[in-house]
């Protein structure tokens, strides 16, 4: 997915709608124990409870990408 945040496009990204706070940019999305992204932008709630809005979307750059823009691999 392409998407463009604060006016940079980010290419291969994937979105979720979860509720994510202030601050909480390059938290992880997991799948059980495996990183599947790092948190890159999105619509930020000022609280995450029941009450939230549920109209949540944020976008992660997939843990892949960031590893091969520096070389990096995982054992």
Partial sequence: MTVSIEGKVLYG???SNVCV????????ALNGTTAL???SGGTSETVC???SSGTHRNYFTK???VLDERGLHVY
Avoid: E, I, N
């Fill in 63 to 65: 843990v892949q990408t």
């Fill in 37 to 39: 992204g790092l948190l």
């Fill in 21 to 28: 706070l202030g601050g909480d940019s390059g938290d992880p």
């Fill in 49 to 51: 409870d029941s009450s």
């Fill in 13 to 15: 990204m994937f979105g």
